[in-house]
């Protein structure tokens, strides 16, 4: 059973983000406060949550939320800063669009840079141990996945529908006869031998 949040009596925001190891498309991060008294039998990491579900929790967390907010950081800044610093910088900016100022960040995973003076706790896993990085996870993941089906609408011959822009096989296989788009990471590793990559 996931925890509420880690303090408690305290207005606290969970954040998380999604799409740190793909090759296409933003890095996607979310925070989310929830009352005291939120529960969920559904909600979990969103890597475990199956996609029926994501969709109803969506829903749910959206509607029964204190306040929430998503961001997307697009793969030019990603390649500017790197995928460590463009997550930071979507949590901060999914932050910094919650209607209340939270008293304590909860973040999953283990590097995080100060927001604000607001004193933050980095938990690894955390998304599958608290609520508010659970709910986070899960509307980062959907945003993206959401972001996702539309640009493969544009370039469906990459199926990110399907793959959401990770690299699969299939996605690397696309990149050898297609080329890049605008929206691949070119400071990822696209081809396991870039040389081969006509940029």
Not at 20 to 41: H, I, M
Not at 46 to 75: C, D, M, P, Q, Y
Not at 148 to 165: A, D, S, T, V
Request: net charge positive; charged share 25%; proline share 4%.
């Amino acid at each position: 059973m996931l925890l509420n949040s880690y303090k408690e009596n305290v207005l606290e925001c969970g954040t998380d983000e999604a799409g740190r190891g793909c090759l296409a498309g933003p890095v996607t991060a979310a925070s989310v406060v929830l009352s005291s008294q939120f529960k969920n039998d559904l909600l979990n990491d969103s890597k475990i949550v199956k996609f029926s579900n994501r969709k109803i929790l969506k829903k749910i967390i959206e509607e029964e939320a204190i306040s929430f907010g998503v961001a997307h950081i697009f793969n030019k800044e990603i390649d500017k800063m790197n995928i460590l610093n463009a997550s930071i910088l979507g949590m901060h900016k999914a932050i910094e669009q919650l209607k209340i100022t939270p008293e304590h960040i909860l973040v999953d995973g283990n590097r995080f840079k100060p927001y604000l003076d607001i004193p933050h706790l980095c938990i690894i896993k955390g998304d599958g141990k608290y609520l508010n990085i659970a709910a986070a996870s899960i509307l980062a993941k959907t945003y993206r996945d959401e972001f996702m089906n539309l640009i493969h609408q544009e370039f469906p011959m990459y199926n990110w529908k399907q793959n959401k822009g990770y690299p699969t096989k299939e996605h690397r296989a696309a990149i050898k006869k297609y080329g890049i788009t605008k929206y691949h990471r070119l400071s990822f590793k696209l081809l396991p031998d870039q040389l081969k990559l006509d940029l």
